[in-house]
C-alpha cells in the first residue's frame, strides 16, 4: 500500500489507562505509534500495565504492517488490550508491548 507510514518514539508523557474505577496503568515512557489513517496509539511496557487483572483472549488479528496481535480482556470489556508477541521488523520496537482502546494522556 503506498502512502503508508508508521513511526515510533518514545514518549516522556504520563499515561494512565483506567477503566471504570480501577487503575489498568501507568507509565510515563509509552511509545507512540503513528500509523496513517488511525489515532496515535500508545504502547506501554508490560511492566506498567496490572496484568493481574487481565485474561487472554482467544482473539488473534493481523496487521500487514505489523504482524499478528494477541488480545487481553476484562470480564465487562472483551480484547480491550492488545500486543505484538513477534512484530514485523519494522515496528519491532513495541514488542511485548500492550496497547489500550482508550488511553488518557496526562499532562506534564
Given at each position: 500500500m503506498t502512502g503508508h507510514t508508521i513511526t515510533i518514539e518514545?514518549?516522556?508523557?504520563?499515561?494512565?489507562?483506567?477503566?471504570?474505577?480501577?487503575?489498568?496503568?501507568e507509565s510515563d515512557r509509552p511509545l507512540l505509534l503513528r500509523e496513517t489513517g488511525l489515532p496515535v496509539r500508545y504502547y506501554l511496557p508490560p511492566e506498567d500495565v496490572r496484568l493481574d487483572l487481565l485474561t487472554p483472549s482467544d482473539t488473534h488479528t493481523h496487521c500487514p504492517f505489523k504482524g499478528d496481535a494477541s488480545y487481553w480482556s476484562l470480564p465487562d470489556a472483551p480484547d480491550l488490550v492488545w500486543a505484538?508477541?513477534?512484530?514485523?521488523p519494522d515496528v519491532a520496537a513495541i514488542k511485548d508491548h500492550l496497547c489500550f482502546y482508550d488511553v488518557e494522556a496526562a499532562a506534564g
Open positions: 518514545q514518549g516522556t508523557q504520563r499515561v494512565r489507562v483506567v477503566h471504570g474505577d480501577q487503575v489498568l496503568a505484538y508477541p513477534d512484530p514485523k
